[in-house]
């Protein structure tokens, strides 16, 4: 990054609708994200129709304003009423919430900021340094690694979720199949069009997306009318007393969820939820007092808060340098990147220096206010709270069928939005996770154009897919982690029989 | 809706069978010898292989007497179930008929009718679907210049 390129960026985002945007996001980042019921990829979701009509550099800063707001607020319904405002906030919402009963809730949510704000900082540094070095190497990349890639991100997003490797995979393949519809393909052949007009430019990913982590949700809330939200518990205690001395007694609590947290959130698939769970285990397993856990305890809140904004940050690492979303968030990134002619892949770090360093210093920025903003999210949080969810969630309706509309200005998409809705509330009435579904329609066209593409060029023998040295060394990555799903998968088969 | 694994791995079985069948009749690539089956066929026989190991997995693991196929616990709630079916219905509605009745007046109507369903009262359930409506219109048609379908109001929009 030379200085000329940051004085570029710093002049991109010096412009008064940035920091507008910034300022909205915040606020609907947070407010979406302490909502039970509504998470940070809805949140996400509901901004892309909105963020169309935006330059490239405010779009973005929506984006990564709402979504680490969210994921921070999520936080605060976990402390005052034991229900977490995101999945991410899931894996210590009894721990705050325990806190509250015992009048440190002020302390709680405090540490939520404070250290969601330090792990969301650490995974931006990562993401500074670790991106462009990474995009050095990508430059080399063929079709043989870009293939292998995609192939091994594919898996550990089937990997990690590991409730049903096997309902995983269907998942993943139900994803690659809607991706099939349409004419983008290496001949061009309308497939699976039905010889309809609307669907040779294939299924819309935002409108997919929008379907699944929105149109699901509401159907899941408007199908359980009737279960009201208990009155939320007072913020007691001060929020940001003590939280120095916090720091100085859990660095390495801090340190380690955050760098597990970029981790899991550069690998796809993963995200903020799973790098919480993850993270609240590992402090539990290391700490000095682990009897104290789950009786209102800050240091698993400490490294599981700053986790989870950590990897919000990391997961933009493969999103950027391969095009590759390192969990859902970053899948609709890559769908909003493409639509401003911002071509995510290494040749971005070489094409546009200035927007991915703006995009750096944006990462900064919504972090930094993150401690002023959740401030106020904290304090008005009851208020926030009140807002009664049968009139919440009809509006939340109307407004995607609008951004479903907005994408391609056509009833159709509405259509397609409530086809992926129903689909994702059946699959998770099933136990199929729908995360996967998503990578597959995001990842296909790609997988699809270096797949033929090796194939061609090996001439049909699977062994060319191995004669590069980077290609060989992922392909054999991507084997044992194909070997290792079948063989737990087997064994889990025969315990089950026995 | 719950499926018994062994019915849900039968039907994309079926989906996946479908699938290569249509692959297979695809038109290949002038002068290649992958086109545009390649990748459909790899994807119907990973669905297909996956739905096997489903169908197995349920049949390994089944319970006697258990159904192929349940309805959830909150199917049994008419209120839920109805609200569940309105709204799949309304957007429906929205899908078939904005074009020609607009989206003020099906705003209007779709968020009327789901406040009210929920027990929201009929003079707030009103205000807020005429304030919420103005909003969404305000800030996509005229801030965000989406063309919203006009329908009935065209003369006066």
């Known amino acids: ?76 319904p976990g402390a005052l009423l034991r229900i977490p405002g995101t999945p991410a906030s899931a894996a210590y919402a009894d721990e705050a919430y325990a806190m509250t009963l015992k009048g440190q809730a002020g302390t709680a949510l405090g540490a939520g900021v404070v250290f969601s704000a330090f792990g969301g900082i650490f995974g931006t540094v990562v993401l500074v340094t670790a991106a462009p070095a990474l995009a050095e190497v990508a430059l080399a990349f063929s079709s043989f690694e870009y293939f292998w890639l995609v192939c091994l991100g594919l898996s550990c997003a089937v990997l990690i979720a590991q409730d049903s490797a096997i309902k995983g995979m269907l998942a993943l393949f139900l994803g690659l199949a809607a991706a099939l519809i349409g004419l983008e393909n290496p001949a061009a052949v309308p497939r699976l069009t039905f010889g309809t007009t609307e669907l040779m430019g294939g299924i819309d990913m935002i409108q997919a997306m929008i379907g699944m982590f929105a149109i699901a949700e509401v159907l899941r809330a408007v199908a359980a009318t009737g279960t009201r939200l208990p009155p939320p518990r007072a913020v007691t205690g001060a929020i940001f007393a003590g939280q120095w001395e916090l ?122 206010v993150m401690i002023p903003f959740g401030w106020l999210a904290v304090k008005s949080a009851r208020r926030i709270l009140a807002v009664p969810r049968e009139v919440l969630m009809p509006i939340v309706l109307m407004f995607c069928i609008v951004g479903a509309f907005a994408v391609t200005n056509s009833p159709f998409g509405v259509g397609v939005m409530l086809a992926f809705g129903l689909l994702g509330f059946v699959m998770e009435e099933n136990g199929f996770p729908v995360a996967p579904v998503i990578l597959g329609l995001v990842l296909g066209p790609m997988l699809e154009q270096h797949f033929v593409t090796s194939m061609i060029k090996a001439d049909g023998m699977l062994l060319g897919f191995f004669k590069r040295p980077i290609a060989a060394a992922l392909g054999v990555v991507t084997l044992l982690v194909w070997g290792s799903m079948i063989w737990r998968g087997l064994r889990a088969l025969v315990r089950k029989a026995a | 809706m719950r499926l018994d694994d062994r019915l849900t791995g039968a039907l994309l079985l079926a989906l996946a069978i479908a699938l290569l069948v249509y692959a297979m009749g695809l038109p290949p690539m002038p002068g290649q010898r992958y086109g545009a089956a390649a990748f459909p066929t790899v994807v119907a026989l990973g669905l297909g292989l996956f739905s096997v190991l489903l169908i197995w997995q349920g049949w390994r693991t089944r319970r006697p007497g258990a159904p192929l196929f349940a309805w959830a616990g909150w199917v049994k709630d008419s209120r839920n179930l109805g609200n569940f079916l309105l709204s799949l219905a309304l957007v429906g509605v929205y899908v078939a008929a904005s074009d020609k009745i607009g989206f003020i007046p099906l705003s209007l109507a779709i968020l009327f009718a789901l406040f009210v369903r929920q027990g929201v009262t009929w003079g707030r359930a009103a205000a807020i679907a005429a304030l919420a409506t103005a909003a969404i219109q305000y800030a996509f048609a005229s801030l965000l210049r989406v063309p919203l379908p006009r329908g009935l109001l065209d003369s006066i929009l």
Do not use: C
């Open chain 1, 247 to 368: 720091m100085k007694k859990y660095p390495v609590q801090a340190l380690r969820g955050s760098s597990i947290g970029t981790l899991i959130g550069a690998l796809p698939g993963a995200g903020a939820d799973i790098a919480a769970w993850i993270t609240y285990a590992t402090s539990k397993r290391f700490s000095k007092e682990p009897e104290k856990f789950g009786q209102g305890h800050v240091e698993g809140i400490v490294e599981a808060g700053a986790a989870n904004n950590a990897a919000v940050s990391g997961a933009w690492i493969p999103a950027l340098v391969f095009g590759i979303p390192g969990d859902s968030i970053t899948a609709i990134v890559i769908g909003v990147l493409y639509l401003k002619n911002v071509i995510p892949g290494p040749t971005l770090f070489l094409n546009q220096p200035q927007t991915v360093t703006a995009l750096f210093v944006i990462f900064f920025l919504a972090n930094l």
């Open chain 1, 1 to 76: 990054m030379t200085v000329d390129t940051l004085l570029a960026a710093l002049g991109l985002i010096a412009d008064p609708q940035v920091l507008i945007v910034i300022l909205f996001a915040s606020a609907f980042g947070l407010f979406v994200g302490a909502m039970p019921g509504l998470t940070a990829t809805m949140a996400t979701a509901l901004l892309v129709p909105i963020t169309f009509f935006m330059p490239p550099i405010p779009a973005l800063a929506a984006i990564v304003t709402a979504s680490a707001m969210a994921i921070f607020a999520g936080d605060i």
